[in-house]
């Protein structure tokens, strides 16, 4: 289906581990983004990318890491997860001007 | 650094009503504007997309003006109905080729009483 996916919708783990949201967009999107949102501090970036390759810092980066191989997919990995780490995920593709976004992924870090 | 407020935080309106949200933003060096809505527990769903050199854009009883002079937005909903209760988010992006990017108010929750 043509579109932005994201999965898990839903995520438990455990402070420490290693955990990977995926992000998957059908459009060829050059510009794709990944999001956190909290209560009180709205949607906040976490790191964007311009094209395959190519990807940068946002606002509260700390703690994340993300790659862009194909232009489709950008997986954020949360290398040790935190309890402060719990949040709603949004993953956003865009071609430069209306962008799209997808479901979101909770996540709860325990 | 873009900086976008969102006024009022919160609205509760009757059935019916007109109302305005209001969006302004610091970086006026932008290419379009976004509005978003957001149900509870759901994504942001695209409600209009305004060009730069466009001062309005209009889909069925949403309007949405922009003034890049001024750094403001404004979304119009014209009688509104409980369907509406959502908040809505705006979203002007800045930068341009790799720095390209959206910076997000906090939002508008309206709620539309029957």
């Known amino acids: 289906d043509a579109g932005i996916t994201q999965s898990p919708r839903y995520k438990i783990t455990e402070t420490g581990r290693q955990v990977t949201l995926m992000c998957h967009q059908t459009?060829?999107?050059?510009?794709m983004f990944w999001y956190r949102q909290d209560l009180g501090h709205g949607l906040r970036l976490i790191y964007y990318s311009a094209a395959a390759d190519i990807t940068d810092k946002g606002e509260v980066p700390d703690g994340y890491v993300v790659s862009r191989s194909k232009t489709e997919n950008f997986p954020l990995t949360l290398e040790s997860a935190t309890r402060s780490q719990t949040s709603v995920y949004f993953c956003?593709?865009?071609?430069?001007?209306?962008?799209?976004f997808g479901q979101g992924t909770r996540l709860t870090v325990v | 650094k873009q900086e976008v407020t969102q006024i009022p935080a919160a609205l509760s309106v009757p059935e019916g009503e007109n109302l305005v949200l209001n969006c302004s933003f610091t970086?006026?060096?932008?290419?379009?504007l976004q509005w978003f809505r957001q149900d509870p527990g759901k994504g942001l769903t695209s409600l209009l997309l305004i060009q730069s050199s466009q001062r309005e854009q209009t889909s069925g009883r949403l309007n949405a003006s922009l003034d890049k002079s001024s750094g403001r937005s404004t979304l119009y909903i014209a009688a509104s109905q409980p369907g509406d209760s959502a908040t809505y988010l705006c979203a002007p992006p800045t930068g341009g080729g790799s720095n390209y990017k959206l910076t997000f108010g906090k939002g508008t929750l309206l709620t539309v009483n029957p």
């Open positions: 459009w060829s999107h050059s510009y």
């Open positions: 970086d006026s060096a932008i290419y379009n």
């Open positions: 956003a593709s865009s071609r430069g001007n209306e962008a799209f």
